[in-house]
T-cell receptor, first 115, second 112 residues
């Protein structure tokens, strides 16, 4: 079956530090990959996505590249801010043709950025 | 309008009560979802409606009853819940099933 493994953290960084949150996946075929972010007291928001190998998703200074050879989709940001403190979820959905309604989530990584 | 609106934000109910959670979106999305999220865990899929028809039920106990009155509204009817059902209930929508979900802020449910 499909699965997503991400570093669970918690991760604590100082402002302006470099961020990497690792995510690897297991899936048949070529899944679509996502990073969702959940700020305290809120629902999840889509941060970025990639739908095929070598695609790079980017948003708000965050980037992740779909690596088929290493089955990875690591999240990076060059300089984090206090406002980036949140839980980050890596997720996938299989591209099995037609509609697919099931997202497989990783366990989430809590990021705390200190001033 | 890119919002998914959920009401109420907080709900406390006893095990014999009947209550409902409501969700609304006006993005024209044809797929709507209910997720349950426990503290420090990822969301767990409960139900999916596609074009107003129940498409997926992830073996959810019958004390949870979903309803999709129209393409913009989604309800979750609650009856005879257990304390372990206390959680954040998230509604989401998407343009068909493409993995790109728009989530509401959730309804935090406490069952006493």
């Amino acid at each position: 079956g499909n699965s997503v493994t991400q570093m669970e953290g918690p991760v604590t960084l100082s402002e302006e530090a470099f961020l990497t949150i690792n995510c690897t996946y297991t899936a048949t075929g070529y899944p679509s990959l996502f990073w969702y972010v959940q700020y305290p007291g809120e629902g999840l928001q889509l941060l970025l996505k990639a739908t095929k190998a070598d695609d790079k998703g980017s948003n708000k200074g965050f980037e992740a590249t779909y690596r088929k050879e290493t089955t990875s989709f690591h999240l990076e940001k060059g300089s984090v801010q206090v406002s980036d403190s949140a839980v980050y979820f890596c997720a996938l959905t299989p591209n099995s043709g037609g509609s697919n309604y099931k997202l497989t989530f990783g366990k989430g990584t809590l990021l705390t950025v200190n001033p | 309008d890119t919002e998914v609106t959920q009401t109420p934000k907080h709900l406390v109910m006893g095990m014999t009560n009947k209550k409902s959670l409501k969700c609304e979106q006006h993005m024209g999305h044809r797929a709507m979802y209910w997720y349950k999220q426990k503290a420090k865990k990822p969301p767990e899929l409960m139900f999916v409606y596609s074009y107003e028809k129940l498409s997926i039920n992830e073996s959810v106990p019958s004390r949870f009853s979903p309803e999709c009155p129209n393409s913009s509204l989604l309800n979750l009817h609650l009856h005879a819940l257990q304390p372990e059902d206390s959680a954040l209930y998230l509604c989401a929508s998407s343009p068909r099933g493409v993995g790109e979900l728009f989530f509401g802020e959730g309804s935090r449910l406490t069952v006493l």
